[in-house]
């Protein structure tokens, strides 16, 4: 079994992504063992500091994604290998969806059987303290009708957030007297550990100055002022994942194939698809490329920034979100990769572009519409997409599980799909187009049967609550390959097509 911990905090902005970031690096140096940082949630960027800066194996579990059962799948495949595995919590313990503890941090404790550390900011706290770590420990008997599903008292443990050495010698002693839980050690109240936020959150890790020293100086710290003979014994409070008594239906089990799926020596992708990939667009789910590669698909990227254009022999393109307001002067003045995008989006490939992709395509007049900046997050949180009309991606009727979170707001959000939170509010959004000259008239296609080649907006998608998508993705632009003369492995759902160009040969179902 490997030891791991879940860290949550009472709220957001409590420290935990510099608090995982810290213990993640220090217990790999101090220990020379490898270290899996996984989040729970839809987040994007606290994956980008655990990969790069941390240089753990990450990724993403979340319970309105998945079952409990492919939670536990996804889990356990993303820490295989690892010494030790730490998973980050998202807002507060028990924040999830539409104000419920359903898809919560709680909830993902509960289903992983995992231990809680829960940072605490103590800047400006005494005593007052232990009755916020008390009210986090125990309002779990206010939410849950079962006292067999509570998470025990001894699979909680505190670490103090911006804390002297003196103070905590002082609450230590107080919160384990009056909470009944151990405190493992603190890190120090000091603004070069600090790592700034800006209305997304936290900043991508390139854009915060002098990262690598920061967080050299916070992990050198707490490998001080952290015991981690304690928090490694605490960790190996884990209860084993019984995966096989979960009682998986057919769906989960397809997915844990798929996403287990490794390809052998000798395999050979069966199609090329482009993804941008830079500082401007950096938000993917590795799930989302894991599924792709796994329905036979090569993954090639590239950066619009630096003025790369879509690789060559790629028949997809995935533009995926990030930062792009942030980038506009350098992205519009690379002609070549903006030329290149044109090109791609007018041949009749399958692009599929989400939020900030979205935004891109708009700006380069491709796809119709203006954007401004709100001064709030714009239809904020978890949704269900159904697909209104046929594309490439998905049949009308079909459905996706996915979230929005943007501040920019378009004149033309599309209305190709429905959105529904699980509020019950609802909202058109998202298009499925053919491409748009800078005058509104349609440019021209090589591929009539793949006309409306662009499916764009700004939700978020999350493939594997719908493989399908997924696999339609790929089959487009084999598709494609096959129409356009080029050599390919056959769709995975191969019906032996004249117009393909291995005739079937391949034998791929």
């Known amino acids: 079994m490997i030891p791991?911990?879940?860290?949550?905090?009472?709220?957001?902005?409590?420290?935990?992504?510099?608090?995982?970031?810290?213990?993640?690096?220090?217990?790999?140096?101090?220990?020379?063992?490898?270290?899996?940082?996984?989040?729970?949630?839809?987040?994007?960027?606290?994956?980008?500091?655990?990969?790069?800066?941390?240089?753990?194996?990450?990724?993403?579990?979340d319970l309105f994604f998945n079952s409990k059962s492919e939670l536990n799948s996804l889990f356990e495949r993303d820490i295989s290998g690892s010494d030790f595995a730490i998973l980050e919590g998202a807002m507060g313990f028990y924040d999830g969806v539409s104000n419920t503890v359903e898809a919560s941090?709680?909830?993902?404790?509960?289903?992983?059987?995992?231990?809680?550390?829960?940072?605490?900011?103590?800047?400006?706290?005494?005593?007052?303290?232990?009755?916020?770590?008390?009210?986090?420990?125990?309002?779990?008997?206010?939410?849950?009708?079962?006292?067999l599903s509570l998470i025990p008292k001894s699979r909680f443990?505190?670490?103090?957030?911006?804390?002297?050495?003196?103070?905590?010698?002082?609450?230590?002693?107080?919160?384990?007297?009056?909470?009944?839980?151990?405190?493992?050690?603190?890190?120090?109240?000091?603004?070069?550990?600090?790592?700034?936020?800006?209305?997304?959150?936290?900043?991508?890790?390139?854009?915060?100055?002098?990262?690598?020293?920061?967080?050299?100086?916070?992990?050198s710290s707490v490998e001080r002022t952290v015991d981690f003979e304690r928090l490694l014994s605490f960790a190996r409070r884990?209860?084993?994942?019984?995966?096989?008594?979960?009682?998986?239906?057919?769906?989960?089990?397809?997915?844990?194939?798929?996403?287990?799926?490794?390809?052998?020596?000798?395999?050979?992708?069966?199609?090329?698809?482009?993804?941008a990939r830079d500082e401007a667009f950096c938000f993917y789910y590795r799930e989302n490329l894991d599924l792709l590669r796994s329905f036979g698909a090569e993954i090639v990227f590239?950066?619009?920034?630096?003025?790369?254009?879509?690789?060559?022999?790629?028949?997809?393109?995935?533009?995926?979100?990030?930062?792009?307001?942030?980038?506009?002067?350098?992205?519009?003045?690379?002609?070549?990769?903006?030329?290149?995008?044109?090109?791609?989006?007018m041949s009749g490939a399958p692009v599929f572009a989400e939020c900030g992709g979205f935004m891109y395509l708009q700006t380069l007049g491709i796809l119709p519409g203006s954007f401004e900046k709100k001064e709030r997050l714009v239809r904020f949180g978890y949704a269900e997409f159904e697909a209104l009309e046929d594309s490439f991606l998905m049949k009308k009727g079909d459905k996706v599980r996915g979230h929005e979170f943007h501040y920019f707001d378009s004149s033309d959000n599309g209305d190709s799909f429905m959105a529904r939170?699980?509020?019950?509010?609802?909202?058109?959004?998202?298009?499925?187009?053919?491409?748009?000259?800078?005058?509104?008239?349609?440019?021209?296609?090589?591929?009539?049967?793949?006309?409306?080649?662009?499916?764009?907006?700004?939700?978020?998608?999350?493939f594997p609550s719908n493989p399908g998508v997924a696999e339609n993705f790929v089959n487009a632009a084999l598709f494609h390959a096959s129409m356009s003369g080029s050599e390919s492995g056959g769709c995975s759902g191969c019906s032996k097509c004249a117009s393909c160009p291995s005739k079937g040969a391949c034998g791929k179902k």
């Not at 997809?316 to 044109?342: D, H, K, M, Q, T």
């Not at 998202?430 to 793949?450: D, I, N, T, W, Y």
């Open 302 to 345: 590239f950066s619009p920034l630096k003025n790369e254009p879509v690789p060559k022999n790629c028949f997809g393109l995935y533009i995926g979100g990030g930062y792009p307001e942030l980038f506009w002067n350098e992205l519009l003045s690379s002609s070549v990769a903006s030329s290149s995008v044109r090109r791609f989006c």
């Open 421 to 462: 939170k699980p509020n019950g509010k609802s909202w058109p959004c998202g298009k499925v187009s053919a491409p748009a000259c800078a005058f509104g008239k349609k440019c021209p296609s090589s591929l009539p049967s793949l006309e409306k080649n662009i499916v764009a907006g700004f939700p978020h998608l999350y």
């Open 105 to 147: 941090s709680f909830r993902v404790a509960q289903a992983l059987e995992c231990p809680v550390l829960l940072v605490v900011d103590a800047k400006g706290k005494g005593l007052s303290i232990c009755a916020e770590i008390k009210g986090v420990v125990d309002f779990q008997r206010n939410v849950e009708d079962s006292l």
């Open 238 to 275: 884990s209860v084993p994942l019984h995966l096989r008594n979960l009682n998986d239906d057919e769906e989960s089990l397809s997915l844990k194939r798929i996403l287990s799926f490794v390809p052998p020596v000798s395999f050979v992708p069966s199609v090329r698809i482009a993804v």
């Open 157 to 219: 443990a505190v670490l103090l957030n911006r804390c002297s050495e003196s103070l905590f010698r002082t609450l230590s002693s107080k919160i384990d007297e009056f909470c009944g839980v151990e405190v493992v050690g603190y890190i120090e109240n000091n603004p070069d550990f600090a790592i700034e936020s800006r209305h997304l959150g936290l900043v991508t890790p390139d854009a915060v100055e002098g990262i690598e020293e920061k967080l050299e100086k916070l992990a």
């Open 4 to 61: 791991r911990i879940l860290v949550s905090a009472p709220s957001s902005s409590s420290g935990k992504t510099t608090a995982v970031c810290a213990l993640a690096k220090a217990f790999g140096r101090l220990r020379s063992e490898k270290v899996s940082v996984v989040k729970i949630g839809p987040d994007y960027i606290d994956p980008l500091f655990h990969s790069k800066i941390v240089g753990a194996r990450t990724g993403n579990v």
